[in-house]
């Protein structure tokens, strides 16, 4: 398997494009990939100030006050790795299938085997797409 960490690159990153009316701005999750070169940026539940997005996410060791915050910034980042790591060959909208699924349908057999399905068909495997089809 070719190394993956060349295909994909996973940051968090504060969107001062436009301040929120609270004085704040979204803190997203940005996935990069270099071929084809393009970036997306994702929402989370966070919003920072300037000056707490630096004590929090920019130092390398946040006041206490600020830990479980960046705990909780940290989780939504390393998720995104995981699941981007998962991906048998990376693209933005397995990616986004796979992270923004309801949990139930991580549980659901019968969804997974239709998206292995279809994964199957989209990679030219028709035999074994047909296979697992029962045909």
């Known amino acids: ?21 609270n004085g704040k701005y979204p803190f997203k999750l940005r996935v990069f990939t270099s071929f084809p070169r393009k970036q997306k940026l994702y929402p989370t539940k966070f ?16 006041r206490n006050e600020f830990k479980e915050y960046r705990m ?3 989780r939504v980042e ?6 981007a790591f ?17 949990a139930s349908e991580a549980i659901n057999v019968k969804y997974n085997y ?15 797409a047909s296979s697992y089809l029962g045909g």
């Not at 390393?78 to 699941?83: D, G, P, R, T, Y």
């Not at 994964?119 to 030219?124: A, P, S, V």
């Open 1 to 21: 398997m070719e190394n993956l960490k060349k295909k994909f690159f996973i940051s968090m990153y504060l969107d001062t494009r436009r301040m929120k009316n």
């Open 114 to 128: 239709q998206q292995r399905i279809a994964e199957l068909q989209h990679l030219g495997k028709i035999n074994t």
């Open 78 to 83: 390393q998720k995104a790795e995981e699941v």
């Open 86 to 102: 998962t991906l048998e060959s990376f693209s933005f909208e397995k990616f986004e299938k796979k992270l923004f699924r309801k």
């Open 47 to 62: 919003e920072l100030s300037k000056k707490d997005f630096h004590s929090i996410w920019e130092t390398s060791k946040s």
């Open 72 to 74: 909780n910034m940290q």
